[in-house]
């Protein structure tokens, strides 16, 4: 797995442009929906309840590409990921952010660190027989009270069927529905776990965001982030 990102620690972004092409939309347009999703997050789960900081964990960041959108989303944001190659690309790129490479074996961090820590696209790169393990090591780094995140791709939804059948490095991929994840967390140990799809329309603007949140429940669109509480 470490081989396979690292080989793409310089076109990464190009790669996953080619496999949404058809789409119209660009790379830009998944990431900033994807940011907004996780500042979203932060308000309606209080986790600056009382002013504290906020410090944020980004899993399998890869070369750090969400990285520019989260500008004041938290007070501290580390990043890791089990590819060197990509890390190193991340951190030359994002100075403001604390890397480190990690293992698949764990993270390399302290009990209860984060206040949030998140997984986008990562958990259909991992074997499903460390799903469990993958959880458990994300609840351990979030301190009780805090927050859990994954987002993955929507596997009912066509239109992600054919990017991720298109992206080079997503040959490997076992995607999980949005059911699978809720009860991988609920396995592991969170509580008041909660799902949403998005990025169903085409359209950053405010009025199409809110008709998405209406149809959040629903498997349409071409993402979803599951959520929950330690
Ligand atoms: C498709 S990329 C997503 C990168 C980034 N999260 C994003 O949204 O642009 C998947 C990343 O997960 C990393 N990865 C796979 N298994 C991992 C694991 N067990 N722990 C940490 N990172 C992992 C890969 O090295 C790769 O960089």
């Not at 805090?146 to 929507?154: D, Y």
């Not at 080079?168 to 949005?178: E, G, I, R, T």
Request: net charge neutral; aromatic share 10%.
């Amino acid at each position: 797995m470490a081989e396979l990102f690292d080989s793409y620690k310089s076109n990464y972004g190009e790669a996953v442009e080619g496999s949404i092409r058809f789409s119209g939309l660009s790379h830009d347009f998944f990431l900033v929906a994807k940011t907004d999703l996780l500042r979203r997050l932060v308000v309606e789960r209080k986790l600056r309840q009382g002013g504290s900081a906020v410090r944020a964990l980004d899993v399998g960041c890869g070369v750090g590409s969400l990285h520019p959108y989260l500008d004041g989303a938290f007070d501290s944001l580390d990043g890791c990921d089990v590819s060197q190659e990509s890390i190193l690309h991340a951190s030359q790129h994002n100075p403001r952010v604390a890397y480190r490479t990690c293992s698949t074996q764990g993270l390399p961090y302290e009990d209860g660190t984060f206040d949030l820590a998140f997984a986008s696209c990562v958990v259909h790169h991992v074997p499903s027989s460390s799903w469990l393990d993958f959880f458990l090591e994300m609840r351990r780094v979030v301190r009780p009270g805090g927050v859990a995140c994954i987002i993955e791709h929507n596997p009912y939804n066509p239109l992600t069927r054919l990017a991720v059948f298109r992206c080079p490095f997503d040959h490997d991929a076992v995607l999980l529905n949005a059911a699978n994840a809720a009860s991988l967390f609920h396995k592991t140990g969170f509580r008041d776990i909660r799902s949403e799809h998005f990025l169903l329309l085409p359209s950053a603007k405010p009025l199409a965001r809110r008709v998405e949140r209406v149809f959040a429940p629903l498997p349409l669109g071409a993402q979803y982030a599951c959520s929950a509480h330690v």
